[in-house]
């Protein structure tokens, strides 16, 4: 498979720096030991992410150091990273850093549970995380949402105390 032309590229991978969003419209897998863009596994997973500012700086910065490739982050090859490889780049940072070797799914468990703790509603993080239903999302993630349902409980009988006791 031929990477490609980075207007192509930047067209259909989305990343779209000017805008500050990420179009999530295919995935780099291995399969039969070749490393190969491929389709998503659901019309879900097609979504487009918004990136915080500090997200497109870097990604600016590395956009220059790549100069034309079509892949922000290429291969040595110049074609896409292999998953294997950039599994192992994340252990390394993980192991510099003294924090235990997690799975990248681990990461967007992380994510969602974040963005739940710090009151982002669960439709959203549903979107973002390309997931069929908000019922799906708040299942997946019930032991954040019922923290926030307690939090949620003890805010109103504070909210009750005060009226009550004026």
Same mark, same amino acid.
């Given at each position: 498979?031929?990477?490609?032309?980075?207007?192509?590229?930047?067209?259909?991978?989305?990343?779209?720096?000017?805008?500050?969003?990420?179009?999530?419209?295919?995935?780099?897998?291995?399969?039969?030991?070749?490393?190969?863009?491929?389709?998503?596994?659901?019309?879900?997973?097609?979504?487009?992410?918004?990136?915080?500012?500090? #997200?497109?700086?870097?990604?600016?910065?590395?956009?220059?150091?790549?100069?034309?490739?079509?892949?922000?982050?290429?291969?040595?090859?110049?074609?896409?990273?292999?998953?294997?490889?950039?599994?192992?780049?994340?252990?390394?940072?993980?192991?510099?850093?003294?924090?235990?070797?997690?799975?990248?799914?681990?990461?967007?468990?992380?994510?969602?549970?974040?963005?739940?703790?710090?009151?982002?509603?669960?439709?959203?993080?549903?979107?973002?995380?390309?997931?069929?239903?908000?019922?799906? #999302?708040?299942?997946?993630?019930?032991?954040? #949402?019922?923290?926030?349902?307690?939090?949620?409980?003890?805010?109103?009988?504070?909210?009750?105390?005060?009226?009550?006791?004026?």
């Amino acid at each position: 498979m031929t990477a490609p032309s980075p207007a192509t590229n930047a067209r259909s991978a989305g990343i779209d720096l000017e805008r500050g969003d990420l179009r999530v419209r295919r995935q780099v897998s291995r399969i039969n030991g070749e490393v190969v863009e491929a389709p998503l596994k659901t019309k879900n997973a097609y979504r487009i992410l918004p990136l915080a500012e500090d #997200t497109v700086g870097v990604l600016k910065e590395q956009r220059k150091k790549v100069g034309n490739s079509p892949w922000v982050f290429p291969s040595p090859n110049g074609g896409p990273i292999s998953p294997d490889s950039v599994l192992h780049m994340l252990h390394r940072v993980l192991k510099r850093a003294g924090l235990p070797k997690v799975r990248f799914h681990d990461l967007r468990h992380t994510f969602a549970t974040l963005v739940l703790q710090n009151g982002v509603d669960v439709k959203t993080v549903s979107g973002m995380l390309g997931h069929f239903s908000a019922g799906f #999302t708040l299942d997946t993630y019930a032991h954040i #949402t019922s923290a926030a349902q307690r939090q949620a409980a003890q805010t109103m009988g504070s909210v009750l105390a005060g009226t009550i006791q004026t």
